[in-house]
């Protein structure tokens, strides 16, 4: 669909997921400092990653409904997608609750948890045409709106507030997730409205989350305890590597640079067409 020119109605309509955003981003940080048992027992991280996982597969199997695929290629696509992420996601929560994550000696696996999956699934899905059909018929907003659920990781600033995780780490990761999550809905909204604007924006926004993600990876592989250790904080960044943190750079950090990576893939598609 062609891009509309700027308009009043698409500019209010994306400033109200803007607010709605930041009242999201507000409420989680509020919540978490007024009740540390919140974050203590892992409940609203269990529960806001088994709900993430849910919308991820419901609009995957939404944007397969919206190819021209046959219905037995539709389920056969969306299982072999299905399955693996929810094993992968599977395995990284029994290796956080057993304490694989943990610094010790040998090899760091938090690194491993984080940059394995990426080089492995990035060229299979970046690369498949029945991938890109779905990303052709699959809305750009979506893509974009769903990593709202980036204002979670807020819970770094919360954590460095009662002096748990160092500054060096917990501030430019936790404001920088909060930002590209605040940014998501509005971004998506200016995307489904079709403003002239939207697509540079969704560009720029991608670039931002994956920005935020190499500095945080960077800084957290750095100052966590292990051999790679060259940057020593106080406290030690030992948080990290427990569950429930941990579940952030083992598993939403990845799998947030592959929605990235295919939304960058989606915009750059659009744009050619």
């Not at 990284?92 to 699934?121: D, K, M």
């Not at 590597?241 to 947030?256: D, E, N, W, Y």
């Amino acid at each position: 669909m062609p891009a509309t020119p700027a308009s009043s109605p698409s500019l209010t309509h994306a400033l109200g997921w803007l607010a709605l955003a930041l009242a999201l981003a507000v409420l989680w940080l509020a919540l978490n400092v007024l009740l540390p048992v919140l974050q203590a027992t892992g409940v609203a991280s269990v529960a806001i990653r088994v709900t993430i996982h849910g919308l991820m597969l419901a609009g995957l199997w939404l944007g397969l409904a919206r190819t021209s695929f046959a219905a037995a290629t539709r389920l056969k696509v969306w299982l072999a997608l299905a399955v693996p992420i929810t094993a992968w996601l599977t395995v990284v929560w029994w290796l956080a609750l057993t304490g694989a994550f943990r610094p010790r000696p040998g090899v760091p696996a938090l690194p491993l948890a984080i940059f394995l999956p990426v080089l492995l699934a990035a060229p299979l899905l970046l690369n498949s045409k029945r991938i890109g059909t779905l990303l052709d018929a699959t809305p750009t907003a979506w893509l974009v709106g769903l990593q709202v659920y980036r204002v979670f990781g807020g819970i770094f600033l919360v954590s460095w507030s009662r002096g748990t995780i160092p500054g060096s780490f917990a501030l430019p990761a936790g404001i920088g997730d909060v930002l590209v999550g605040v940014l998501a809905l509005p971004v998506a909204s200016l995307l489904a409205s079709g403003h002239a604007d939207a697509r540079r924006l969704a560009l720029a926004w991608n670039v931002l989350g994956l920005l935020d993600f190499a500095i945080a990876i960077s800084i957290g592989i750095l100052s966590a305890p292990g051999p790679l250790q060259l940057i020593i904080p106080e406290p030690p960044n030992r948080e990290l590597g427990t569950f429930p943190s941990v579940m952030i750079p083992a598993f939403a950090v990845p799998s947030s640079i592959l929605l990235h990576a295919l939304s960058l893939r989606q915009l750059l598609r659009c744009g050619k067409q």
